[in-house]
Nanobody
């Protein structure tokens, strides 16, 4: 099995920054992608960003391009989400997830709350 644990959420004012972390433990895979998703109250979970753990390729939702940066530390089995210029609409529970090659995102963390006040 795989365990994913997010941390770093909190309350921040609009325009501020937060850095989320996701620690992975358990089973390892030769090729996989780590992603960040978020779910705001009353809304469906949405994709935020993802990174290939093998070659570092990154992908971003249009809503966060230029403000959020995903990064990885393979040696520490960590993925990070640096969030800058935060907006109230970024308020959500943020989840990290793992997608194996040829599979969907089938491992999820418990989530961490991010609240951006106006």
């Amino acid at each position: 099995q795989v365990q994913l644990v997010e941390s770093g959420g909190g309350l921040v004012q609009a325009g501020g920054s937060l850095r989320l972390s996701c620690a992975r433990s358990g089973r390892t895979f030769s090729s996989y992608v780590m992603g960040w998703f978020r779910q705001a109250p009353g809304k469906e979970r949405e994709f935020v960003t993802a990174i290939s753990m093998s070659d570092g390729s990154t992908y971003y939702a249009d809503s966060v391009k230029g403000r959020f940066t995903i990064s990885r530390d393979n040696a520490k089995n960590m993925v990070y989400l640096q969030m800058n210029s935060l907006k109230p609409e970024d308020t959500a529970i943020y989840y990290c997830a793992l997608r194996r090659s040829g599979k969907g995102y089938d491992y999820w963390g418990q989530g961490t709350q991010v609240t951006v006040s106006s």
